[in-house]
């Protein structure tokens, strides 16, 4: 997978941490209901789903991610590692996005996002180019283009209720026109608009090279309840 070999080569390999770390997930590819990983000497059942956030986990103990999952029989399972995951150092918010490998989704890979007050204000717009494309975007007043793996942040004036967004991505030797639509805006809320790969889209067959998952959400609350989470 794109995805998953470019984050790979740019993200994922870092030093580790021991500090506290509170993250929330987004999966890549559809639902995430059977990994676990170990915090503070516990279980944790790991949850996410595609393109929403998941509730906030903890990671306290050492500096990597291990994500595994439980195969077998009643009464004689065994633990599969599927990832292991090394979170930038000082990073204490995150959002992480997990990518399978592999269509059979044999093991993970994934992003580290910092969520941080101070990374992603609120009443601010936060772009990560996450597809194989290079695109340019038009967003209110800004133009800007950004290659793989780019990201630009932008302020927005919370009197507003949507910004005009234009999109356009570089397919083969042209561009191609992916979006003209409002940006929906929200005061008091923090936007993440990730672009990933374009999908065949099942209903009618149309493709466009690049797609938009828009994340809308305030502050994370950090939990540091007992089972983790």
Known sequence: MRFASLLLSAFI??????????????????ALT??????????VALLADE???????SLRTGGILELYREVGPDGHKTRETVAKLSPPERLEQAILVLAPLDAAGSGYTG????DSPTARPVNHLAFRNLSSHAVALKVGGDEFN??????????????????????A???????????????TVRQGYRILVLLRDGRINQEDGSFRPVDLVTIFDRMPVASLTGDGR
């Open 13 to 30: 390999l870092g030093a580790g941490s021991v500090h506290a770390l509170e993250f929330r997930v987004i999966s890549w590819s559809g």
């Open 34 to 43: 059977n990994l676990r990983y170990e915090n503070a000497g516990r279980s």
């Open 51 to 57: 393109g929403v956030l998941s509730e906030s986990y």
């Open 111 to 114: 992003l580290w996002i910092d």
């Open 146 to 167: 950004l290659a793989p793996q780019g990201g630009r942040q932008l302020v927005f004036d919370p009197t507003k209720r949507s910004l005009p967004l234009k999109l």
């Open 169 to 183: 991505a570089q397919a083969g030797a042209g561009w191609t026109l992916v979006a003209t639509q409002p940006q």
